[in-house]
């Protein structure tokens, strides 16, 4: 409940008198659906990011599927011929759906455009922050654009500053996003200083956040700045961003992106899906314990491989791709202080955590020159 998005959902329905179910085991939501029947449903990218991934690994199998799939997505807006293929998805989330609210992370333009279209429903995204009291921006209705975060919502106004030692430039309508207003927090308990780094004396909260004017008034986020670090020939990494890429991989549960200023690539800590690496490659290796799998170079090679698959496809730079990899078995969580109550990655301890082995990722061949492309289907 530390989770503003969270409490902004639930003071809402409760204003509006809207029956709110909980499910006690986040893994089994898709069981509830069925029998709740939501109306309205908020979510995170997460949840489906998993569901789309899962769908669009079972159409693979078929040219048949791949082919009605492809030519129900291919129009703007929901017709007659994608109600009838995306039936099935409809029924998963209940049937009974006319509206759905994403926020707290980003997602992508592909998985929104999928449910769109296949549950012929608005689906607004939204962002904001803790310290906004969750308030920002949010997509409108009507809006089938994807890849912004829409307007400002009414209680706040927002404004773009220059972002020094980059190219961000207000002038240029880019830069960090500063929002101001009555939903704007007071400050950081017992912490003056961190708090008048973060608002400053016109009462803007400076979110460490990049953004960009679209040109029809809405906001699309592109960067970040607290974590934004500089390689070796000048240019800025936004992990973040990367990372929003990457762990879209079947492969991996989480992922954490990194870098030296000494160096001229990024590398990655790695916690590999166990469910999937379980069932695509544990099957063929025998009996081995998963900590073991992560220590296999073969599988590491393959999860590697599918990163830079998918630096292409987001179409990364260089610099951007991952040049090698650490395989790690404990996932980051609230225990190991490695995750925010959030769900954010606390950054700064996972740095310090793997340290020495983001260093040693550095001291192979791999990050000079590209490993040879690897065929998936025939490691598997």
Avoid at 178 to 197: A, L, M, S, W
Wanted: hydrophobic fraction near 35%; proline fraction near 5%; aromatic fraction near 10%.
């Amino acid at each position: 409940m530390a989770h503003l998005y969270e409490r902004l959902v639930l003071i809402s329905n409760f204003l509006h008198g809207t029956q709110v179910v909980y499910c006690p085991v986040p893994e089994k939501v898709f069981e509830y659906y069925p029998y709740v029947q939501p109306t309205n449903i908020p979510t995170v990218p997460r949840v489906l990011n998993k569901v789309y991934d899962t769908i669009m690994t079972e159409v693979g199998k078929s040219k048949v599927k791949r082919f009605l799939i492809s030519q129900a997505l291919h129009n703007e807006q929901p017709t007659l011929f994608s109600r009838i293929i995306f039936r099935r998805v409809r029924n998963l989330f209940g049937g009974k759906t006319f509206a759905m609210l994403t926020g707290s992370a980003p997602i992508t333009p592909e998985v929104l455009h999928f449910f769109r279209i296949a549950l012929d429903i608005p689906i607004v995204e939204g962002y904001g922050q803790t310290e906004s009291t969750a308030a920002g921006t949010s997509t409108h209705v009507a809006d089938m654009s994807c890849g912004t975060v829409g307007s400002p919502v009414s209680s706040v106004e927002i404004k773009l500053i220059d972002v020094p030692g980059t190219n961000y430039r207000a002038n240029n309508n880019q830069g960090e996003i500063c929002i101001r207003g009555p939903t704007i927090f007071k400050g950081y308990y017992g912490d003056e200083k961190k708090t008048r780094e973060t608002i400053d004396e016109g009462g803007w909260l400076h979110t460490g956040d990049v953004g960009e004017w679209t040109n029809n008034g809405a906001l699309r986020i592109i960067d970040r700045t607290k974590h934004i670090f500089k390689l070796t020939q000048g240019e800025y990494i936004a992990p973040e961003r990367l990372e929003d890429g990457y762990v879209r991989s079947r492969w991996v549960e989480q992922l954490f992106v990194d870098g030296i200023s000494t160096e001229s690539t990024v590398v990655a800590i790695v916690i590999p899906d166990k469910e999937y690496v379980g069932k695509k490659y544990a099957s063929k290796e025998g009996n081995r314990s998963f900590e073991d799998l992560c220590k296999d170079e073969k599988l590491k090679e393959i999860i590697l491989a599918d990163l830079k698959r998918i630096a292409k496809e987001y179409k990364y730079k260089y610099y951007e791709t991952v040049s090698n990899i650490y395989l790690h078995p404990e996932p980051m969580s609230q225990e190991n202080g490695l995750i925010t109550s959030t769900l954010k990655t606390r950054r700064t301890a996972v740095r310090q955590y793997f340290q020495s082995i983001i260093q040693s990722l550095y001291q192979t061949p791999d990050h000079i020159q590209p490993s040879s492309t690897v065929d998936l289907q025939s490691k598997l």
